[in-house]
């Protein structure tokens, strides 16, 4: 079946530093993937979606320049929170799917605590 | 833009009891396809249902839900729930053939002995 693994699952980090995460795609080609922040009040926002052999898509409030993302292949995606702040913290879902249109199947997440 | 809206921020039921979980959305879009995920404390959102057929009754681990576009609607049902159902449930929506999902603000389920 069709699974995503996210890791870290959880990091703590000082606030201005740094987290990267990543996103493994397995029995199923990544063709498509989609960033998700889940806020603490459990609401989600998408960052960006990327397609591999295309431009990544930024929604509004997010930047390549704080949350820039690689999509290198068909299983494998990777974010990094760049300058983590209080307002940054979430947990941060990957959704993957084989095909644009197609049911995303989401990762664990890697959940960003700044302290 | 796309919203989806979840009328039900926390629904409390005893087991056995059936469970109906409004949603409802607003698209502009004509080819849409809708998403029932349930997320369990602590963990990822795991897909439930999907569906983009009007009228069409779709099923999965006993919930169903049938899209109606008449009334643009897309509720969860289940005819008796258990302890084990006790979750957060997002209904969504991915229009036009991309993989933007645009969320509910989810319905908490708890269920009680």
């Known amino acids: 079946g069709a699974l995503v693994y996210q890791y870290p699952r959880r990091t703590i980090c000082k606030s201005g530093t740094s987290m990267r995460m990543e996103c493994q795609a397995v029995?199923?080609?990544?063709?498509?993937v989609a960033w998700y922040r889940q806020s603490p009040q459990k609401t989600f926002e998408l960052i960006a979606l990327?397609?591999?052999?295309?431009?990544?898509?930024?929604e509004q409030n997010f930047t390549q320049e704080k949350f820039p993302i690689s999509h290198p292949n068909l299983s494998f995606s990777s974010m990094t929170v760049l300058n983590a702040y209080l307002e940054d913290r979430g947990l941060y879902l990957c959704?993957?799917?084989?095909?644009?249109?197609?049911?995303?199947?989401f990762g664990e997440g890697s959940r960003l605590i700044v302290v | 833009g796309d919203s989806v809206t979840q009328t039900e921020g926390l629904v409390t039921l005893t087991e056995g009891l059936p469970v109906k979980l409004n949603c409802t959305y607003q698209?502009?879009?004509?080819?849409?396809?809708f998403f029932w995920y349930v997320q369990h404390l602590n963990e990822a959102p795991k897909l439930l249902l999907r569906?983009?057929?009007?009228?069409k009754r779709t099923e999965h681990q006993g919930f169903h839900a049938t899209l109606h576009k008449s009334s643009s609607s897309f509720h969860l049902q289940k005819s008796s729930v258990q302890l084990s159902d006790s979750a957060l449930y997002f209904c969504?929506?991915?229009?036009?053939?991309?993989?933007?999902?645009?969320f509910g603000q989810g319905t908490v389920l708890s269920v009680i002995p």
């Open positions: 959704g993957a799917s084989h095909r644009v249109g197609n049911t995303l199947y």
């Open positions: 029995g199923f080609q990544a063709t498509s």
């Open positions: 990327s397609t591999v052999n295309s431009a990544i898509k930024y």
């Open positions: 698209t502009a879009y004509s080819d849409v396809a």
């Open positions: 569906s983009s057929t009007d009228n």
């Open positions: 969504a929506l991915s229009p036009g053939g991309n993989n933007k999902l645009t």
